[in-house]
């Protein structure tokens, strides 16, 4: 299958800093997805991006759909505890239903 | 509030006994559903893409006749691990296009553990 790297595998931030993240591959997706999935429970969307070059918000967090439409950003600015959680993002090729999922980052936020 | 509902949340079997999970969307049709098997601080492990009337296409490893789908509906699909064994114990996620658009929605997950 496809696969998609995100970085950084990890972080530990201070309450209060931004924070960013990226998912990269090496095709080329039509749609990029970016989840947050806390312990036990199923992931969240967060934002949904399907352009190239979009630039789309929710609240404090932010999500760019890159040019070369084959890597996506995350940033999360003013982190808040309840921001701890991992991370997807995940991509959709032009045909098919199936999204190829990152293999996510881990935030923790201390206090 | 929640688009997918994915039933039950957790469960405990004996090692040999079958376990059926349900995933149904809510207030609108999935002809295409997605199974997927989570280990501890890993990504999600796509098993299976669930299709409404017809056959799931399994993916490569995963087999079949252990993990049977069946999609009767337009808006339940089940996942029933047979003979469970307790390498099966993990936590299981069913998913679903949204009204054919290009996002998808997730239940909140199963976990199993099998002693």
């Known amino acids: 299958g496809q696969q998609l790297n995100q970085s950084p595998q990890s972080m530990f931030i201070q309450e209060g800093e931004d924070v960013s993240m990226n998912c990269t591959s090496s095709s080329i997706f039509n749609t990029w997805l970016w989840y947050k999935q806390d312990p036990g429970e199923g992931p969240v969307l967060l934002i949904a991006?399907?352009?190239?070059?979009e630039l789309t918000s929710n609240g404090r967090l932010t999500a760019q759909f890159g040019i070369t439409r084959k890597d996506s950003f995350l940033n999360i600015s003013a982190s808040i505890p309840s921001d701890v959680g991992i991370y997807f993002c995940a991509g959709q090729l032009g045909t098919g239903n199936q999204f190829y999922f990152g293999t996510g980052t881990s935030l923790t936020v201390i206090p | 509030g929640a688009v997918v509902s994915q039933h039950p949340s957790w469960v405990i079997c004996k090692s040999g006994t079958s376990v059926k999970i349900e995933c149904r969307s809510l207030?609108?049709?999935?002809?295409?559903m997605f199974w997927y098997r989570q280990f501890p601080k890993q990504s999600l492990m796509l098993m299976a893409t669930s299709n409404e009337g017809s056959k799931a296409t399994y993916e490569q490893g995963v087999e079949k006749d252990k993990f049977l789908i069946n999609h009767a509906s337009l808006t339940l699909s089940t996942l029933t691990v047979t003979s469970a064994h307790p390498e099966d114990s993990s936590f299981y996620i069913c998913?679903?296009?949204?009204?054919?658009?290009?996002?998808?929605?997730f239940g909140a997950g199963t976990r199993l553990s099998v002693l």
């Open positions: 207030d609108f049709q999935a002809t295409t």
């Open positions: 991006l399907y352009k190239a070059g």
């Open positions: 998913s679903a296009n949204f009204r054919g658009r290009r996002i998808q929605y």
